[in-house]
Structure formats: structure tokens, C-alpha cells
Nanobody
Framework: QVQLVESGGGLVQAGGSLSVSCAVSGRTLSGFEMGWFRQAPGKEREFVAAINWSGSWLVYADSVKGRFTISRDNAKNTVYLQMNSLKPEDTAVYYC????????????????WGQGTQVTVSS
């Protein structure tokens, strides 16, 4: 059974940095394309970033481009999201997701999801 567990969320001031991690178990990470999504209160879940199995292909939402960096360590079965220059509008629950047939990073392309970790950015 594939499980994804996020960690590293918390409270940070605007302009600060935070890193969240996603540990994958039950299957080798290298078999998955990985993504990060987020959901703010009252809003739909939205795409943040994605990375292919080798790390050679990265894609970001326009709202986080230049501030967030997605990376992966297949040996550690872990995916990371480094968030810099955080803004209050980045406040959300951040979800890690894994898929085997990801083409356009749409939500429905990801088969496995974590429970999420809260990131709160104060102004």
C-alpha cells in the first residue's frame, strides 16, 4: 500500500522561508511523478509544482515561480518543497501527490495523496 506523509509545515512571517517534505512508502519513489498542491480555506485545491521521476522535468504554478523549488531524493523516497519569500496568500494546507501517468499535472492524474500539512504565513 502506497502512503505519503507530509511534514515540515508551520507558521512563518511574510518574507520568510519554509521547507516541507513528503515521505513515500510502499513503493519505490522512482516509479512516480510527484506533485505538490495546496488548498486554502474556502478555495479549491490548486496545483503548486511537479517533478518527473528523474528530476529532469519541473513545472510550477505562476504564483510560486521563482519562489518555490521542488526536488526529490529517490534514494530517500522523499520529495521536498522549498518555499522562499512567502506571502500571506501562500497560507494553505499543502498536499503531496504521486502518480504514474502524469501528463499535464492535473489533480485527477495523481493517484495517491498525503493528508496534508498546514502552512501559515503571517503578515
Amino acid at each position: 500500500q502506497v502512503q505519503l506523509v507530509e511534514s515540515g509545515g508551520g507558521l512563518v512571517q511574510a518574507g520568510g522561508s519554509l521547507s516541507v517534505s513528503c515521505a513515500v512508502s510502499g513503493r519505490t519513489l522512482s516509479g512516480f511523478e510527484m506533485g505538490w498542491f495546496r488548498q486554502a480555506p474556502g478555495k479549491e485545491r490548486e496545483f503548486v509544482a511537479a517533478i518527473n521521476w528523474s528530476g529532469s522535468w519541473l513545472v510550477y504554478a505562476d504564483s510560486v515561480k521563482g519562489r518555490f523549488t521542488i526536488s526529490r531524493d529517490n534514494a530517500k523516497n522523499t520529495v521536498y518543497l522549498q518555499m522562499n519569500s512567502l506571502k500571506p496568500e501562500d497560507t494553505a494546507v499543502y498536499y503531496c501527490a504521486a502518480g504514474t501517468k502524469v501528463v499535464a499535472s492535473r489533480i485527477n492524474e495523481f493517484e495517491y495523496w498525503g493528508q496534508g500539512t498546514q502552512v501559515t504565513v503571517s503578515s
